[in-house]
Nanobody, 121 residues
Framework: QVQLVESGGGLVQAGGTLRLSCAAS????????MGWHRQAPGKQRELVAA???????NYADSVKGRFTISRDNVKNTVYLQMNSLKPEDTAVYYC???????????????WGQGTQVTVSS
């Protein structure tokens, strides 16, 4: 079984910074893409940023130039550095990972439990 554990959320003033971390643990063969999504109250969950195993990245237009996603393949951890935070960034942030359990089995998407980010104006 694979577990994703997030940390780093909290309350910050507008213009501030936060760094989220998400560590994958358990038994698996490899991790493909990893990413961060967020869900604000009354809104659908949306992709914030994603990163492939090779380091290719993709960002939502709303966070480009402010957020940076990175990963440590040795630690099986993905990070989200969030700068110049805005009140509209307030949401529960979820990490996800496309995990291959073994060489001969297809990959499965796993999700973390979510971490609250609140940006005050």
């Amino acid at each position: 079984q694979v577990q994703l554990v997030e940390s780093g959320g909290g309350l910050v003033q507008a213009g501030g910074t936060l760094r989220l971390s998400c560590a994958a643990s358990g038994s698996f063969f490899s991790i493909n893409a990893m990413g961060w999504h967020r869900q604000a109250p009354g809104k659908q969950r949306e992709l914030v940023a994603a990163i492939t195993s090779g380091g290719g990245t993709n960002y939502a237009d709303s966070v480009k130039g402010r957020f940076t996603i990175s990963r440590d393949n040795v630690k099986n951890t993905v990070y989200l550095q969030m700068n110049s935070l805005k009140p509209e960034d307030t949401a529960v942030y979820y990490c996800n990972a496309d995990v291959r359990p073994s060489l001969y089995r297809p990959s499965t998407d796993y999700w973390g439990q979510g971490t609250q980010v609140t940006v005050s104006s």
